[in-house]
């Protein structure tokens, strides 16, 4: 099948925005990009255009349900919702934009989204998967800047500045929010999954992450058996590709470049 370059998919019960950068799933390999737990498709700004010129990779980015212009998310989320994505959402998507081969691109929770895909699902269309800053386990930084970020919704400009990226902004921030600030999610860790990757791994980390330590970037080292790329940016918060956009690129494209084989790529695009 052939998508057109934006629009809407049907999945479940949800309508997915999504948008379509260079040549088509079924036409040549796809970076499918998984954004952070108060991100949408059009919070990547123009990144996935410079992941494209830079890879010569189709990119695909979507807006999970209950954010962007998807369709709301039932509230609470369960605590497990980053594996409902990564083993029930995330391959119907797939399927459906005709995915043939490609890499997994996550940030923060849709790093999380790729991590486990790539573990719990046997999918020889993933050639290998690409996180930033994304989280294993739940760790005391994480839960306290979260606790702070609630704070500032509520009581200053944060919302209005969040609601320009989302159609329901109180939908997907208590959704994501809302789960991290449950007791009960302490417990909540998928290093388990990171046993059965079976692909090549890159993780950016930024040094000054206020969401997350080294020690996620350690526990992927510790539990895949596959290879770990792991650059530690200095400086740098929890949003590399915004932080430090072009050191990222350059990661990312020598990645994509390596693990995705040449005859893959369509004619006329450099790898």
């Known amino acids: 099948m052939t998508i057109s370059p934006s629009g809407f998919l049907t999945i479940g019960s949800s309508q997915l925005e999504y948008r379509m950068i260079g040549p088509a799933p079924d036409a040549a390999p796809t970076i499918v990009m998984l954004h952070e737990g108060l991100g949408s498709a059009a919070l990547w700004g123009d990144f996935p255009d410079r992941l494209q010129a830079a890879t010569g990779a189709g990119v695909f980015v979507y807006s999970r349900a209950g954010y962007g212009a998807s369709s709301p998310a039932k509230l609470p989320r369960p605590l497990n919702y980053m594996q409902i994505?990564?083993?029930?959402?995330?391959?119907?998507?797939?399927?459906?934009?005709?995915?043939?081969?490609?890499?997994?691109?996550?940030?923060?929770?849709?790093?999380?989204?790729?991590?486990?895909?790539?573990?719990?699902?046997?999918?020889?269309?993933?050639?290998?998967?690409?996180?930033?800053?994304p989280h294993f386990i739940v760790?005391?930084?994480?839960?306290?800047?979260?606790?702070?970020?609630?704070?500032?919704?509520?009581?200053?400009?944060?919302?209005?500045?969040?609601?320009?990226?989302?159609?329901?902004?109180?939908?997907?921030?208590?959704?994501?929010?809302?789960?991290?600030?449950?007791?009960?999610?302490?417990?909540?860790?998928?290093?388990?999954?990171?046993?059965?990757?079976?692909?090549?791994?890159a993780i950016i980390q930024g040094a000054d992450d206020q969401y997350g330590t080294l020690r996620q970037v350690e526990i992927a080292q510790e539990e895949c058996y596959c290879p770990v790329d792991a650059t530690i940016l200095p400086g740098v918060g929890h949003s590399p590709h915004r932080e430090a956009a072009e050191a990222t690129l350059t990661v990312l494209r020598d990645f994509y470049g390596a693990v995705i084989d040449m005859r893959d790529q369509p004619t006329g695009r450099a790898a």
């Open 139 to 201: 760790e005391d930084l994480s839960v306290a800047s979260i606790a702070e970020i609630k704070t500032a919704y509520e009581t200053t400009e944060f919302r209005a500045k969040l609601s320009r990226w989302h159609r329901d902004v109180d939908n997907a921030f208590y959704g994501w929010n809302g789960a991290w600030l449950d007791p009960k999610f302490r417990a909540w860790d998928i290093s388990d999954y990171l046993a059965y990757v079976r692909v090549p791994v």
């Open 85 to 133: 994505e990564a083993l029930d959402v995330l391959p119907k998507l797939l399927d459906a934009i005709g995915f043939r081969r490609g890499v997994l691109l996550g940030h923060s929770d849709g790093g999380s989204i790729a991590a486990v895909y790539a573990g719990g699902i046997a999918d020889h269309r993933v050639r290998a998967i690409a996180l930033l800053a």
